[in-house]
């Protein structure tokens, strides 16, 4: 089953712009997380953010988390051709939950 | 050095023939994880261990089979009885059983059957 739906599909910017991407999921979470994954390799984890907390930072990435709308967003400010992967979110299904539940990803571009 | 690795990189099989990948972690982590992507697809789980000798099937374990009998190890057997097994194979890890642990990631086995 798909918890998180990741929008858009698909992003293209010019290095420097700030990426905005969004995750959409359906049930009660205990935990968000956002990872990356560079074309054909793992995922790399980004960050995560709990249900009681509203913004999160790390370096050049900010995550915000509305519980009521059952959303997130990951953006990426000052965007650098390095940038360039898949972004997902996951999702657990509340406290004690054992998996996670991947969204089908943001594909962002960073054109140089 | 430790992290995750998976081998082999490219698989290519025959129709009708099991296959095993390969997962390994150096970094103590009790639970394991082994996901399918698709193009264009999220991560789908397929099995999943918190513990030796002991796993639980995830979301689409029809076709799959796994063991971890050592607590570094959990390789993955695709069997002829997956429908449609060609896909990118991707083993994680975290350091416990609970899904608010970070997972780390292999650079995951790109499976081809024809």
């Known amino acids: 089953s798909q918890q998180g739906e990741e929008d858009p599909q698909a992003l293209s910017i010019q290095e420097g712009e700030n990426a905005t991407m969004n995750c959409s999921y359906k049930?009660?979470?205990?935990?968000l997380q956002w990872y990356r994954q560079n074309s054909g390799r793992g995922l790399v984890h980004l960050i995560l953010?709990?249900?009681?907390?509203r913004e999160k930072h790390s370096g050049r990435l900010r995550v915000t988390l509305d519980t009521s709308k059952k959303s997130s967003s990951l953006l990426i400010t000052a965007s650098r051709a390095a940038d360039t992967a898949s972004y997902f979110c996951?999702?657990?299904?509340?406290?004690?939950?054992?998996?996670?539940?991947f969204g089908k990803g943001t594909k962002l571009s960073v054109i140089p | 050095d430790g992290g995750i690795t998976q081998s082999p990189k490219y698989l290519f099989r025959k129709e009708g023939q099991n296959v095993t990948l390969s997962c390994e972690q150096n970094?103590?982590?009790?639970?394991m994880y082994w996901y399918r992507q698709d193009p264009g697809q999220g991560l789908r789980l397929i099995y999943y261990?918190?513990?030796?000798?002991?796993?639980q099937k995830g979301d689409i374990a029809e076709g799959y089979s796994v063991s971890r009998e050592k607590k570094e190890s959990f390789p993955l057997t695709v069997t002829s009885a997956q429908k449609n097994p060609t896909a990118f194979y991707l083993c994680?890890?975290?350091?416990?059983?609970?899904?608010?642990?970070?997972?780390?990631f292999g650079p995951g086995t790109r499976l081809t059957v024809t």
């Open positions: 049930t009660s979470i205990n935990n």
């Open positions: 953010i709990r249900s009681n907390e």
């Open positions: 994680a890890s975290s350091i416990g059983q609970k899904a608010f642990n970070e997972q780390y």
């Open positions: 996951a999702t657990d299904s509340g406290a004690g939950s054992y998996q996670l539940t």
């Open positions: 261990s918190h513990i030796v000798n002991d796993f």
């Open positions: 970094l103590n982590h009790d639970a």
